[in-house]
């Protein structure tokens, strides 16, 4: 079955500390991989995507990384600073392109 | 530009109850997807509507309905509410044209079933 899972449920780094949060999907089948940013009180900001023909994304002092042989995503932020500090969701879009399903998150702590 | 909203805010209901969210997407966005999101987890897919169609439903009871205006606002409705009901639900929208699927997330509604 489609499943996103996340390896840990919180993270806490050093302000100024490179900061990467991993992802695994069991779907070998999913083609589009997003990962999302969830401040408290807030809906899910968009930070990042990537598609399966593709093994690296950067943005905006983040990164994505997918090795589709591992089933593995990960999410790179770097110079991790206060204002980062949130949940983190990984998610993929199901190959019918209709519903985006997500993993349970990771918390990030930015220590100052 | 006006992002995607939610109304209302937050709710308290008392079980066997029904209630009604409403969202408006971003101006263009004719996609609108409801997802349910329990505290401590990530958010779970309900429905996706585009230009007012059904596209897809996730894994809820049919106690769940949700309907999209001709204007793209969408409705989510919630019969005979269950203590289990609570959670935040949150909107997004999505142009939903061939490689574009980015979505944007409104707030949300804080749901509290008592």
């Known amino acids: 079955g489609e499943s996103v899972g996340l390896h840990l449920p919180t993270l806490s780094v050093q302000e100024g500390d490179n900061s990467i949060i991993n992802c695994a999907y069991s779907?070998?089948?999913?083609?589009?991989f997003i990962w999302y940013k969830q401040e408290s009180g807030k809906g899910p900001q968009f930070i990042i995507d990537i598609r399966s023909n593709m093994d690296k994304r950067q943005g905006q002092r983040v990164t994505v990384l997918l090795n589709k042989t591992v089933k593995h995503l990960s999410l790179q932020i770097a110079a991790t600073q206060p204002g980062d500090s949130a949940v983190y969701f990984c998610?993929?879009?199901?190959?019918?392109?209709?519903?985006?399903?997500f993993g349970a998150g990771t918390r990030l702590f930015v220590k100052a | 530009d006006a992002g995607v909203t939610q109304s209302p805010t937050h709710l308290i209901k008392t079980r066997g109850q029904q209630v009604t969210l409403r969202c408006s997407p971003i101006?263009?966005?004719?996609?609108v997807s409801w997802y349910q999101q329990v505290l401590g987890q990530g958010p779970q897919f309900i429905f996706q509507y585009y230009e007012k169609e059904e596209r897809g439903r996730g894994n809820f009871p049919d106690r769940f309905s949700a309907r999209q205006f001709p204007n793209y606002s969408s409705e989510l409705n919630v019969n005979a509410l269950l203590l289990g009901d609570s959670a935040l639900y949150l909107c997004?929208?999505?142009?939903?044209?061939?490689?574009?699927?980015?979505?944007?997330f409104g707030p949300g509604t804080r749901l509290t079933v008592t």
């Open positions: 997004a929208s999505s142009l939903e044209r061939a490689g574009a699927y980015e979505q944007y």
């Open positions: 998610a993929e879009k199901d190959t019918g392109g209709f519903k985006t399903i």
């Open positions: 101006s263009g966005h004719k996609s």
């Open positions: 779907n070998s089948a999913s083609d589009y």
